[in-house]
């Protein structure tokens, strides 16, 4: 099922701890984003209130790494397991984003 992984989120910058390097040198900058929206689910509104763990590496790491939290922004990206022991929590990697504010 190529391609099937793909996620789109607006919200909040609610996190952004210290950009940290790889081994090898490559950027890696976690995040938190705080979202919250009104969802339809079986015909009725549903209220949604998330805060999403994220993660860019390399040169979109770097420009996450410039942002400061309390920015609105919209994420492209996928999802991954936090490891390979934690298959079931998952973790967005962002692939490019914009700013909304």
């Known amino acids: 099922m190529p391609d099937r992984n793909k996620a789109i989120l607006g919200g909040t910058l609610i996190e952004l701890p ?3 390097y790889t081994p090898a040198g490559i950027p890696v900058q976690h995040c938190v984003i705080s979202h919250e929206s009104s969802q339809e689910e079986n015909g009725k509104p549903r209220r949604i ?3 999403v763990e994220a993660v860019a590496v390399g ?4 420009a996450v790494n410039r942002l400061t939290t309390g920015q609105q922004l919209k994420v492209r990206g996928f999802f991954a397991a936090v490891s390979q022991r934690q298959r079931r929590r998952l973790v967005l990697h962002i692939n490019e984003f ?3 504010n």
């Open 18 to 20: 210290p950009l940290r």
């Open 49 to 51: 209130n998330i805060e």
């Open 59 to 62: 040169t979109v790491g770097l």
């Open 98 to 100: 914009e700013l909304l």
